[in-house]
């Protein structure tokens, strides 16, 4: 190769310029940074289990919408056969009372910005 | 380590099937619930009807003018805002002077009392609603067990065709949004967004769990007569029998549910 020495250092250059936000984020400690979920006010289990909830929330609430929307439907019958009002603000915050520490947090730190919100009401704020 | 052609050709096909098959692997667990869907149902005891309609006995309503109780609680229960100005107005129910209401009244001399009335206006909730026909993402539309005409926010993508189809103005769009323009905030109930259309819904939340329509259990003189037309032994059947009744432009054909006891 001619001139390895001159192509080897712009390689390693290359490499670490590439590279630096994972390293830098590793350095400053940011690269475990896991957000901190309050835990539930309320009752010892979700209406499914935490590994599922964690990954398919979204899919739940979406069924829970056109049910109750569309088909007029309103009573949840989880796998341990309670049953549930199917509401956003009333069931899920009942327990998870502070959306701020629990949705928002997670939300933020995935910067997915879903918008229950606009319309769906935090009881909370509005006492 | 020496690989052959032949050894690199299957290798890589190998690997390329098995990318190709992890979108499907995904597709497959989608929208599985945890639990059975099946046993999913309604409230312990709703309000139930084949065909949701209500009879206004003028007679009643108009006895105090300035009555406005069924649409302080219409806007009460429903988180309906007031922005003060009738360029953005939201109304699920509102009054209108008799003659803007029945246009198609020709009637030259009508009963005095009517004739300088303001009657409270809704959704009629057609039998064959026009709004429904247009809505390009079933937004809105007849619920076949019981006539309601529902509304559904989350679809709603704000073209307004079903205002434009709509003969009676009853739906509204909001340009603005709305909640800080609402006096107290009912939680129980969502508000809307900027950008979508709302109506009058015949209180079809409150039918669920075994509740009359918020404007009908505020009628101080029991004017408005909530019921089933299906059922021959109902109070709005036999009202509907007994008294004359009109409706808003009927000769449009959109059979509207409304009926005003003359």
Redesign the interface.
């Known amino acids: 190769m001619y001139d390895a020495g001159k192509v080897i250092i712009g390689l390693i250059v290359f490499l670490v310029l590439i590279t630096f936000p994972t390293w830098y984020n590793v350095a400053t400690g940011k690269a475990t940074y896991v957000p901190e979920l309050e835990k539930a006010v309320r009752g010892d289990h979700c209406v499914?289990?935490t590994t599922?909830m964690k990954a398919k929330h979204m899919?739940?609430l979406n069924?829970w919408?056109d049910?109750v929307?569309?088909q007029?439907?309103?009573?949840?019958?989880?796998?341990d056969g309670t049953k549930y009002n199917?509401s956003l603000?009333?069931t899920c915050l009942d327990c998870h009372a502070d959306k701020t520490k629990f949705c928002d947090r997670c939300h933020a730190y995935m910067d997915v910005n879903p918008?229950c919100w606009?319309?769906?009401?935090d009881?909370k704020e509005?006492k | 380590m020496c690989v052959d052609r032949r050894k690199f050709l299957q290798l890589a096909g190998l690997t390329a099937l098995g990318v190709a098959a992890q979108p499907i692997r995904l597709l497959g667990q989608e929208d599985s619930l945890p639990a059975d869907t099946s046993l999913i149902g309604r409230e312990e005891h709703p309000l139930t009807a084949k065909r949701w309609a209500m009879a206004i006995d003028l007679r009643k309503c108009l006895k105090d003018e300035g009555c406005n109780d069924c649409v302080v609680a219409c806007n009460k229960t429903h988180n309906i805002p007031q922005f003060g100005n009738r360029k953005d107005e939201v109304k699920w129910i509102w009054k209108e002077h008799f003659e803007s209401a029945f246009v198609d009244q020709e009637n030259d001399f009508v009963e005095e009392t009517v004739k300088h009335s303001n009657l409270p206006l809704f959704c009629n909730h057609c039998d064959n609603p026009p709004c429904v026909r247009v809505c390009p993402t079933q937004a809105t539309w007849k619920r076949e067990e019981d006539g309601i005409v529902m509304m559904d926010w989350h679809r709603c993508i704000g073209c307004r065709y079903c205002m434009a189809a709509c003969p009676y103005g009853s739906r509204s769009f909001n340009w603005r949004n709305p909640r800080p323009f609402i006096e107290k905030i009912n939680p129980d109930f969502p508000t809307r967004m900027r950008g979508v259309v709302e109506k009058c819904t015949f209180c079809q939340k409150r039918l669920s769990e075994g509740l009359l329509p918020a404007c009908v259990v505020a009628c101080k003189e029991k004017a408005m007569i909530f019921g089933d037309l299906e059922d021959p032994e109902s109070d709005v059947r036999k009202l509907l029998q007994e008294r004359f009744s009109i409706r808003r432009k009927p000769v449009l054909g959109t059979q509207p549910e409304i009926y005003y006891l003359v």
């Open positions: 499914a289990d599922y899919d739940l069924q919408r049910m929307v569309r007029d439907k309103r009573i949840y019958v989880a796998a199917m603000s009333g918008y606009e319309c769906h009401i009881p509005y």
